[in-house]
């Protein structure tokens, strides 16, 4: 079974613009949610959506915002990027929503902004 | 393919001996909790979890033991390979959709 794909890996943009990352779940799975991986902040929440629904969000501002299609994929968006939205943008997906579900994550789309 | 914090704490281990990789978590809600492998340049790789209800869990070379008590996590290694050489990350699940991450281990192995 083919595991949580994320495109692009890699992208450059400047400072103003937005970008929209896309993952696709491993086969089956409902639930995706989306961390941002920094080397200052580590690996922080920034939603979750399941049955095209955000079921949770964490503490970014309004300019990260993301949607779920009715066959699962995800995708996130950030509009306005600033220098510090530079990142390891990770997808994980999960069988189910809820706490206690293991989630399995993607390579990580690694975007940087000049 | 740097992609985890640049001051993180670092084991190293030689060839053949067991690491022991620990994680202190915050909330005592927390009712599942997983550790998860990162090599340079990937996503996280699922290792092994283990539910609250459990004190410790076995999978391949690879242990995971809960002191809910002192909200302790640690990871044991055994036989360490140069293949497991990345950074560890604990993660724990407070009865919410979301996983908390703690900061991360460098697991270095050297010959």
């Known amino acids: 079974k083919a595991g949580v794909t994320q495109t692009p890996r890699y992208l450059i943009k400047t400072r103003g613009q937005q970008v929209t990352l896309s993952c696709s779940p491993i086969?089956?799975?409902?639930?995706v949610s989306w961390y941002q991986q920094t080397p200052g902040q580590g690996l922080q929440f920034l939603f979750e959506?399941?049955?095209?629904?955000?079921?949770n969000k964490g503490n970014f501002p309004g300019r990260f915002s993301g949607r779920q299609f009715s066959n699962s994929r995800s995708e996130m968006n950030v509009s306005t990027l600033e220098l510090g939205d530079s990142a390891l943008y990770l997808c994980?997906?999960?069988?189910?929503?809820?706490?206690?579900?293991?989630?399995?994550f993607g390579p990580g789309t690694r975007l940087l902004v000049l | 393919g740097e992609s985890v914090g640049l001051h993180l704490p670092t084991l190293s281990v030689q060839e053949g001996d067991n690491s022991i990789i620990n994680c202190a978590y915050s909330n005592s809600a927390s009712d599942y909790f997983i550790w998860y492998k990162q090599e340079s340049g990937k996503g996280p790789q699922f290792i092994i979890d283990?539910?609250?209800?459990?004190d410790k869990r076995q999978g391949q070379r690879v242990t995971v033991l809960l002191n809910k008590t002192v909200k302790h996590l640690s990871l044991q290694i055994a036989a360490t390979q140069p293949g497991d050489s990345a950074v560890y990350f604990c993660a724990e699940n407070p009865n919410t959709d979301k996983l908390i991450f703690g900061t991360g281990t460098r697991l270095q192995v050297f010959p």
């Open positions: 959506y399941f049955s095209e629904t955000q079921r």
């Open positions: 283990i539910r609250s209800n459990m």
């Open positions: 086969s089956g799975h409902r639930s």
């Open positions: 994980a997906s999960s069988l189910r929503q809820g706490p206690g579900e293991t989630q399995y």
